[in-house]
């Protein structure tokens, strides 16, 4: 079992940066491939980017692509985004996958319990 925490989430405006962090605990030297989604009030969770657990070249959905970076350090995963958006207010989540592990959320087994990001215009 894994089990994944985050935190640094609270508020992030217009314009300003995020900066979360997803601690992974329990047999983390299962996991494979880690990521970062989030979901907005009303919408459907979106996935934001992923990362293999070698620390690997990782990918980034278009929407963020070029303001963010999700760097790997042993077991720890973090989100450093800049430009945020109001639109981009949501809980994100910190996903792990124990093979495999891409795109979409139903390839992750483990999940962290979210961190609210809030903002303002």
């Known amino acids: 079992q894994v089990q994944l925490v985050e935190s640094g989430g609270g508020l992030a405006p217009a314009g300003g940066s995020l900066r979360l962090s997803c601690a992974a605990y329990?047999?983390?030297?299962?996991?494979?491939?880690m990521a970062w989604f989030r979901q907005a009030l009303g919408k459907e969770r979106e996935y934001v980017g992923y990362?293999?657990?070698?620390?690997?070249t990782p990918d980034y959905s278009d929407s963020v692509k070029g303001r963010i970076t999700i760097p790997k350090d042993k077991d720890m995963l973090y989100l450093k985004m800049n430009s945020m958006k109001v639109e981009e207010k949501a809980v994100y989540y910190c996903a792990a996958a124990t093979y495999g592990g891409t795109l979409s959320d139903n390839e992750y087994g483990y999940w962290g319990q979210g961190t609210q990001v809030t903002g303002s215009s």
């Open positions: 329990g047999r983390t030297c299962t996991i494979y491939n």
């Open positions: 990362i293999g657990g070698s620390g690997d």
